[in-house]
């Protein structure tokens, strides 16, 4: 198993900045890619970016491109998203999320990924 743990929310005015974090524990070795996603109220849960296991790949959803980068250190078993120029848009609860499987191409689809955090609320206002 695999456990996961959000950190970092909180808010934070448009156009400003936060950072999450996402400590991994347990059988990390296990791990591949790690995504974050995220679900506003009354909306599903949608992708947000994803990095595989080498960091030499990374995915993002469109309305993220420029402003979010995700990025891990393995060595401390930790993923991370630096979110800049947060729109109100932005606020929702966020969730870590990490796949098992060896892809070849990361996965925008939350089914692909076995394990997630509890999530950590993100709020910008205008």
């Known amino acids: 198993q695999v456990q996961l743990e959000e950190s970092g929310g909180g808010s934070v005015q448009a156009g400003g900045s936060l950072r999450l974090s996402c400590a991994a524990s347990?059988?990390?070795?296990?791990?591949?890619?790690m995504g974050w996603f995220r679900q506003a109220p009354g909306k599903e849960r949608e992708f947000v970016a994803a990095?595989?296991?080498?960091?030499?790949?990374?995915r993002y959803t469109e309305s993220v491109k420029g402003r979010f980068t995700i990025s891990r250190d393995n060595a401390k078993n930790t993923v991370y998203l630096q979110m800049a120029s947060l729109k109100p848009e932005d606020t929702a609860v966020y969730y870590c999320?990490?796949?098992?499987?060896?892809?070849?191409?990361?996965?925008?689809?939350?089914?692909?990924?076995?394990?997630w955090g509890q999530g950590t609320q993100v709020t910008v206002s205008s």
């Open positions: 999320a990490a796949d098992r499987t060896s892809r070849s191409i990361l996965s925008f689809a939350d089914r692909a990924y076995d394990y």
């Open positions: 347990g059988r990390t070795f296990s791990t591949n890619a």
């Open positions: 990095i595989t296991r080498s960091s030499k790949s990374t």
